[in-house]
């Protein structure tokens, strides 16, 4: 069955860096483009930013665009956030989520896993 | 970018029928494909329409999506309103830039 496991998240000082992993499992990682999504503790969802199945393309929100970079290693079926110069407007619950159709970077998703959360503070 | 608003909050009686709206402020929703995903209380996001009005298997054929170019809006419907219906439902959509966008949600109360 499809799992995604998301990883790395923890409390950490307003400026400084965090990198988030989502490990893959039960589907062939390497066609399916992959979503990052937050949710901010009791507010909705909101999307960050979504990598092609091979890497070629990724795209941003406005929100993280320059601070946050998406990137994947389809050797280890896994996909990373890497975030920097971190606010507390970045606290959230951090979803990684996988597209439902073979390397259609916008297919609805179809599997998200239980989130990692980030919380920055001093 | 676009923004896509949801009221804040709906409530219907069991067995009812609740529509939960989601409006476009620019670009046509016809443009590009909306989901609609439910969320419980604790638990990931699943989802229950996409591409404007397909349903995932699994998915009851109480739940159903439309467009209204009219109103640059697609719609969410549940009929039949089951307790365990009870849930935030998020619309999302994207731009012709592949960034996705997702609304405010709206929270279903069935007392």
């Known amino acids: 069955q499809v799992q995604l496991v998301e990883s790395g998240g923890g409390v950490v000082q307003p400026g400084r860096s965090l990198r988030l992993s989502c490990a893959a499992s039960g589907f062939t990682f390497s066609n399916y483009g992959i979503h990052w999504v937050r949710q901010a503790p009791g507010k909705g969802l909101e999307w960050a930013a979504v990598?092609?199945?091979?890497?070629?393309?990724?795209y941003y929100a406005d929100s993280v665009k320059g601070r946050f970079t998406i990137s994947r290693d389809n050797s280890k079926n896994t996909l990373y956030l890497q975030m920097n110069s971190l606010s507390a407007e970045d606290t959230a619950l951090y979803y990684c989520?996988?597209?439902?159709?073979?390397?259609?970077?916008?297919?609805?998703?179809?599997?998200w896993g239980q989130g990692t959360l980030v919380t920055v503070s001093s | 970018n676009f923004m896509l608003t949801q009221p804040h909050s709906v409530s219907e009686s069991p067995g009812k029928t609740v529509t939960i709206s989601c409006t476009r402020n620019t670009g046509s929703i016809a443009g590009n494909y909306v989901q609609w995903y439910q969320q419980r209380p604790g638990s990931s996001p699943t989802t229950v329409i996409y591409e404007d009005n397909q349903r995932p298997s699994g998915v009851p054929d109480r739940f159903s999506g439309s467009i209204d170019s009219s109103s640059n809006s697609a719609s969410l419907t549940i009929s039949g309103l089951k307790t365990e219906d009870e849930a935030d439902y998020h619309c999302?959509?994207?731009?012709?830039?592949?960034?996705?966008?997702f609304g405010g949600g709206t929270k279903l109360t069935v007392l």
């Open positions: 999302q959509s994207y731009d012709s830039s592949n960034r996705w966008v």
């Open positions: 990598i092609s199945y091979d890497g070629s393309e990724k």
């Open positions: 989520a996988k597209g439902s159709r073979w390397r259609d970077i916008v297919a609805t998703i179809d599997y």
